[in-house]
């Protein structure tokens, strides 16, 4: 068994799907249908993980993690998306959840955070709560701009969110809520797209994100030696930021550059045939 997880949803085919999932890849599953059943679950057991929604009849997942984060400090949470309020992801955020799960989502996505959500917990990563300061007034005003030039054209929220992304580095609750108010549509459209894709983020990067690709192709050419070469170097896990934040680290399971394998991409940057040294050396360009 490499970790005990407890899913709370409403959606019986949630849980199941959970289930059907996780519990080949050895994760020991359990189950709640809503907050009050989850805590008195967590009262009586402990769990590595809790993987949550956060729209359930009777105690919602805002509340259930709270009490975990009172009750059970140890214990990781990822959040299951779907459409929540934008206020509900911030104080989702500001309870340090480790990740997030859109839904509907896909098997390789849930063993993929699922994944990530031990290594961080294992490691003792601790997930920092959002500034409040999330982006400058001049950017606010750079994206009012954007968003006028954009207005009533179809299809302009995807270019926007990146032209976003782009100004401010990721796309936090209020970014997003900002966005919608400038293109006059539903905050639950842009989360919804925000949520989909996988270029996109809500949570800040370093200045240079370097990604590594463990798609099959990589991974039998040491991509997983060259990310803990390049963990050790950068002191950060998965996910992590440096403390001058100048880097950031991911690991991403396909970077469609196969025939360059092993891969390693910083920012728009794409290093092919990269080994343990070389990896160090690819740094040294962004210092």
């Known amino acids: ?60 997942g805002i509340e259930l993690i709270r009490w975990i984060r009172n009750s059970r400090l ?82 302009s929220l995807i270019p926007v969110l990146q032209q976003a992304q782009e100004l401010v580095g990721y796309l936090p609750p209020s970014l997003q809520k900002l966005i919608a108010r400038g293109l006059n549509i539903p905050v639950s459209e842009v989360h919804g797209v925000v949520s989909f894709y996988s270029f996109f983020t809500m949570k800040p990067k370093g200045k240079h994100n370097v990604r590594v690709c463990l798609g099959t192709a990589c991974y039998v050419k040491g991509a997983e030696e060259i990310l803990k070469r390049l963990k050790d170097e950068l002191n950060i896990d998965i996910g992590g930021i440096t403390s001058d934040r100048k880097y950031s680290l991911e690991s991403v399971r396909c970077l469609g550059a196969c025939g360059l394998a092993p891969v390693v991409v910083v920012d728009k940057d794409t290093y092919g045939s990269v080994n343990r040294v070389k990896a160090t050396d690819v740094l040294k360009e962004y210092e």
């Open 74 to 155: 140890d214990t990781g949470v990822v959040v299951i998306t779907g459409y929540p309020s934008q206020e509900s992801i911030r104080d989702a955020l500001s309870m340090r959840i480790i990740d997030y799960l859109p839904k509907p989502f896909s098997p390789e996505l849930l063993v993929e955070v699922t994944q990530k959500a031990m290594e961080w917990k294992k490691a003792g990563v601790v997930i920092e709560a959002p500034p409040h300061d999330e982006y400058s007034e001049e950017a606010a005003r750079q994206l009012d701009s954007i968003t006028k030039k954009y207005r009533n054209k179809p299809g």
């Open 1 to 60: 068994m490499v970790g005990k997880i407890l899913v709370v949803d409403d959606e019986p085919v949630v849980i199941k799907s959970c289930e059907r999932i996780l519990t080949p890849e050895g994760y020991s599953v359990d189950s709640a249908s809503n907050g009050k059943e989850a805590i008195g679950i967590l009262e009586k057991n402990g769990y590595d993980l809790v993987i949550t929604d956060l729209k359930m009849p009777d105690m919602d």
